[in-house]
């Protein structure tokens, strides 16, 4: 006769599980944070190497709890499910440990679509006053870095910009602010424009009428749309984002209207390097006829030059 035991289901580990779905590096930040200072086990997981191809960027990273509880993505979302029950491990050893997924992996049954393989650094968090830093630097509008030590199974802060990647025994995560739109022009237009904004991901602001800019709000992470149909309106807020390093300045109007605004600017001084910063028709359609397709033309051209290789691309 067979006996047949019943597993004690309270002492199988938690299956691995999505808290939530993003890959902001401000959510995944907190979240790590705000699990380790709850008194949970937490891990965060950074990916550190690339063979061939890959779903996401060096430096993409998540954040896993011993729980179960994670978020954030390395890959396209086929092996985060494996990457947190592997990290729920190292949280249970207490111990730093890689992960390599796909191309050159011990898991010949895990095969990554994009058909090459990624190397993952789980780091069991200790303390979490560097993602606390680096959390209150990009909420000031600030590019800021992690530096996870393998050797020292230890993370530290810096301020400063730069690539994310290998720097001597470190790997070197970097950070930008999140990417930032300031409207002004019409109600309907601007309206239309800050909703698709706001869905897409960016931190939007409306300068209403008769407000100036300020310097503070001009950064390398901002981008200005002027949706006006006066010139006169216009004129002192794109002399505010031309004496800015702001990555894209756009303004709405024809040829026509545009050339008049060039004109407008050479005599206020401004020379033709100045005015080729300025996109206008605004949008990546030639002519959008209502305020609709001029919101999905306008963001679509701020995410291209955003994209575009620049100092401020860096995520």
Partial sequence: MVVRIAPDLEMLPPEPRAAFLSDDAIDILSFAAQSFEEGVRTALITLVEIRGGAAR??????????????????????????????????????????????????FFDIVLPCGGGITLAIHVLRDASSLRSALAGLRQ???????????????????????????GDAFVRSYRPKPRLLLAGTPMEAGAVARVAAASGYAVSTIEHGRALSPVELDADTAVALLFHDLDRELPLLEAALASPVFYIGALGSRRTHAKRCEALRQRGHGETALARVRAPIGIFDKARDSRALALSVVADVAWAHGSPSPSSER
């Avoid at 400063?160 to 990647?165: I, T, W």
Wanted: hydrophobic content about 45%.
């Fill in 57 to 106: 960027a060096l430096g993409a990273q998540m954040a896993v709890r011993e729980d179960g509880l994670y978020c954030g993505f390395v890959s396209g979302g086929c092996t985060e499910a494996t990457v947190a029950a592997d990290a729920m491990i190292a949280l249970d050893r207490g111990l730093d440990r890689n992960l390599r997924l796909g191309e050159g992996s011990p």
């Fill in 141 to 167: 509008r600030l590019a800021v870095r992690l530096l996870y030590h393998p050797g020292m199974q230890a993370l530290s802060f810096e301020a400063g910009e730069g690539a994310s990647g290998w720097q």
